[in-house]
């Protein structure tokens, strides 16, 4: 199997991770096409990569960092004008579109209170705690693809799962596990 080919196993695991950062599908998924682009350009110059997965969630991050980064610089524009129709086209696509599969998945997997809880995380710890919890990163894996020592990794994950803790102690409590 080629390297190309592999590239492709992975694609469902980096729109997850891609729609947790981003928090919204449209740039979930310019990060997904972006990550495969580099990716794909970079396997044509024939250069062998011993960890496909992480390094491609490392490209993932990377450009996530560096599109928050210029994000921050430029001033948001909004088109007054276009508000309203925007608005009603939402509701049409409330209405009418289905559930995706990833969306019915993640549904499954946590509850509205726990992907509330996880989206509320700072970017820094909620990156790392999906990829230790949901991609099974390890922590040296993670170190590598967000470029931070071990014990970065290891007290973002410390503090994230605080946080996580925090917020979650009333939906522990409705749900008898406190």
């Not at 981003?22 to 044509?44: G, S």
């Not at 509701?91 to 996880?118: G, H, R």
Request: include cysteine; charged fraction near 30%.
């Amino acid at each position: 199997m080629s390297q190309k080919h592999n590239l492709l196993v992975h694609i469902d695991a980096l729109y997850r991770s891609a729609l947790y950062l981003a928090r919204n599908e449209n740039n979930a998924d310019d990060l997904v096409q972006e990550t495969y682009l580099r990716a794909f350009k970079f396997l044509q110059e024939n250069k062998g990569i011993s960890n496909i997965k992480a390094w491609l969630f490392k490209i993932l991050i990377n450009i996530f960092i560096n599109q928050y980064r210029k994000d921050k610089r430029e001033p948001s524009l909004v088109d007054f004008d276009s508000i309203e129709s925007f608005h009603e086209s939402i509701e049409e696509d409330a209405l009418m579109s289905p559930i995706t599969e990833n969306e019915s998945v993640l549904d499954k997997l946590l509850d509205d209170d726990v992907k509330k809880a996880l989206e509320e995380l700072p970017d820094d710890f909620r990156m790392v705690i999906l990829l230790s919890t949901v991609e099974g990163f390890s922590y040296k894996e993670i170190s590598d693809i967000v470029k931070c020592s071990i014990g970065t990794v290891m007290s973002r994950m410390y503090r994230g799962r605080k946080m996580l803790k925090e917020k979650l102690t009333h939906y522990a409590k409705k749900h008898g596990f406190r």
